[in-house]
């Protein structure tokens, strides 16, 4: 898009904000491709679960091409650091062949190690630290790591010990060896929000939670499950996959399911508008679009914010 000053055009939103339709008829608009920023659709074989929506890149007939959706195996622990190295290659293939990229997603940590240039390092398993850290609980894990940051963004470090002892893994490694910087070019992007009132969200999370569970999201968790990974491997994913791994296994019952999970989504939203509210508020400009907006107008927006 030459009549532009941007780069890149960047839809963020909360789960359930219908941000990959924007997304897509933003690309088709702009003879561009969309590169995902989600942390859980880069695994194949898990699509109901992370709500991959891939029926939003099928527009007129015509496939809206997407990239940096299933790129590994369930079961794998892919981390920030291969993202930003990732999207990279995507941001420049789909530059290079003169497409303009749209980035979609929800995951803050993704959006910001591409809009704000994170400094990323790979950190190698430390054998020795997690067989130490192995016999603690999640809330003696918490505090060790408000010992290396107190202010825990992230709290989905928090949501297994496997995550957090990663995570302390991580913050042990960076004190103990000097930053190997990794960054990707400054990238200037336009970034606009889709976004509706909190009872909106809820109402919205609610219903697409029961129309996932009726196109056969158990029989997915399950598919995994009969694949041979095992019971804390899904866990390990959080939300959908915890609570209806729990369900499979008879920890839970259908109803206990639901409602532990219709919570969790609840609260898991309310973190990611918490996120992008601490975005703008360290200089992130994010231009919101009520989601009630026709789908028109909301493109109409996103072309006039373009060309200013």
């Known amino acids: 898009m030459s009549d532009t000053k941007y780069q890149m055009l960047t839809i963020l939103g909360p789960t359930a904000s219908g941000k990959t339709a924007v997304a897509a008829h933003s690309a088709q608009m702009l003879d561009g491709e969309v590169i995902s920023a989600d942390s859980r659709q880069v695994y194949r ?3 109901l679960g992370t709500g991959k929506d891939l029926a939003d890149y ?19 622990e892919y981390n920030v650091f291969e993202y930003q190295s990732d999207f990279l290659k995507a941001y ?3 530059c290079m062949r003169g497409k303009f990229p749209v980035l979609c997603g929800g995951s803050g940590l993704y959006l ?12 190698p398993p430390n054998p020795e630290l997690r067989e130490k850290l192995a016999t603690k609980e999640l809330d003696e894990l918490a505090e060790i790591l408000k010992s290396y940051k107190d202010d825990l963004h992230n709290t ?9 002892i990663r995570a302390i893994e991580i913050e042990d490694y960076m004190l103990e060896h000097p930053e190997i910087e990794r ?17 909106s969200r809820r109402k919205r ?10 196109e056969g999201m158990l029989g997915e968790v399950q598919a995994l499950l009969n694949k041979g990974l095992k019971p804390e491997q899904l866990i390990y994913y959080g939300l959908e996959y915890k609570y209806l791994t729990m369900h499979l296994t008879g920890e839970l019952t259908f109803d206990e399911m639901f409602r532990g999970l219709e919570t969790a989504i609840h609260q898991f939203a309310k973190r990611q508008m918490t996120w992008f509210r601490r975005m703008e508020r360290q200089g992130t400009d994010i231009r919101w679009l ?3 907006m026709p789908l028109a107008e909301k493109l109409e927006r996103i072309n006039d914010w373009l060309k200013k």
């Open 45 to 47: 074989g898990m699509d």
């Open 58 to 76: 099928i527009l007129d007939g015509k496939q809206i091409p997407y990239h940096l959706i299933d790129v590994v195996d369930a079961g794998y």
């Open 92 to 94: 420049e293939d789909v």
């Open 112 to 123: 910001e190690a591409v809009l704000k240039n994170y400094k990323l390092i790979q950190v």
């Open 156 to 164: 989905v470090d928090l949501e297994t010990k496997k995550r957090a």
């Open 183 to 199: 960054t990707i070019p400054e990238i200037k992007s336009l970034v606009v929000g889709v976004k509706y009132d909190r009872l």
């Open 205 to 214: 999370i609610t219903e697409r939670l029961k129309q996932r569970l009726d």
């Open 290 to 292: 009520d989601g009630y």
